[in-house]
């Protein structure tokens, strides 16, 4: 049986009208599934790392590592026991992070108080660039649970537990070139600064740092 032109364009249209229908319906679920503005703005939050938290204060070569600052010296108390807090909690994550002994060596003191604009004592903690605080801060946000997160992207520290064969963990080793005295003695007898080491005759440990 032939179907006329007529009822043809008439099939035509009626299922041009159904797939319409059909669409529409797909799109107004879609919406209905869609979260309100308030809960997107929460998930997108979320995904923020919360490292960009903290102001952006870069030390030399921290742009993409954990760099903390200490001292050695046990002069004051306080001090030294809040260095070792840090290091403690650091090494307990064993993360990969870079100690900066400001008693050792002038330039890491010089450096820290360019970076922080001023005179200040360790412990100073620093991660990707951006400045995280002291023992007070840095031990407030671990109690919080806000500590760990921050080390996302960061290396694990394999040789946690296993001194430096170099330094056995002092991260400083005598210069050989003048032996530890900071000082060269020409043939002539005269006697000039050694430019291979620091104030204190020592140079920064090529194996582990």
């Not at 009822?7 to 299922?15: D, F, L, V």
């Not at 742009?63 to 026991?81: D, P």
């Amino acid at each position: 049986m032939r179907v006329s032109e007529e009822e043809r364009r008439a099939r035509i249209e009626k299922e041009n009208l159904e797939r319409m229908r059909e669409e529409a319906e797909r799109s107004f679920e879609d919406q209905e599934e869609e979260p309100p503005l308030k809960a997107r703005r929460i998930e997108e939050d979320d995904d923020i790392d919360p490292i960009l938290g903290f102001p952006e204060m870069c030390p030399p070569g921290g742009s993409g590592s954990v760099i903390l600052y200490t001292t050695s010296l046990r002069g004051i108390r306080k001090t030294f026991e809040d260095c070792n807090s840090i290091r403690f909690l650091l090494e307990s994550f064993r993360v990969l992070y870079f100690e900066r002994d400001v008693s050792m060596h002038m330039e890491f003191k010089e450096e820290l108080w360019k970076v922080l604009d001023g005179r200040v004592n360790p412990p100073r903690l620093f991660i990707k660039g951006r400045y995280i605080g002291g023992a007070g801060e840095v031990l407030a946000l671990h109690e919080q649970g806000r500590f760990k997160v921050l080390f996302e992207g960061i290396p694990i520290d394999i040789f946690i537990g296993s001194p430096c064969e170099g330094c056995a963990g002092f991260r400083f080793v005598l210069c050989s070139h003048c032996n530890g005295s900071h000082k060269v003695v020409a043939e002539n007898g005269l006697s000039s600064t050694c430019q291979d080491c620091n104030e204190n005759g020592l140079i920064i440990c090529p194996l582990c740092c």
